[in-house]
Nanobody, 119 residues
């Protein structure tokens, strides 16, 4: 129902920072959770961070203290501030939104944005 477009990825040195953005459009309603996931080469997609409509936040252990998830409801945008980046953070980062409509749950995904951390 909702369309998601990520931006902000790129190449950064170890210890550097990047800020990812996820712009939401379309039928934006009944979103109860949004999040960031990532997939590295040869690995399965994994959770990075989530934030509920009520503001509850969850982080993967590997990024706690380094990444910050936030959202700007007025701009319909989700953010991921990444600091102290490590080579192991290299992956394609995906934005996700979960919605409920007509008693059904829907998951929407962005196309992904590449983050490469050099050593």
């Amino acid at each position: 129902q909702v369309q998601l477009v990520e931006s902000g990825g790129g190449v950064v040195q170890s210890g550097g920072s990047l800020r990812l953005s996820c712009a939401a459009s379309g039928r934006i309603s009944n979103v109860f959770v949004m999040g960031w996931y990532r997939q590295a080469p040869g690995k399965q997609r994994e959770l990075v961070a989530t934030i509920t409509s009520g503001g509850r936040i969850n982080y993967a252990d590997s990024v706690k203290g380094r990444f910050t998830i936030s959202k700007d409801n007025a701009k319909n945008t989700l953010y991921l501030q990444m600091s102290s980046l490590k080579p192991e953070d290299t992956a394609v980062y995906f934005c996700n939104a979960e919605q409920v409509d007509l008693a059904n749950r829907f998951a929407s995904w962005g196309q992904g944005t590449q983050v490469t951390v050099s050593s």
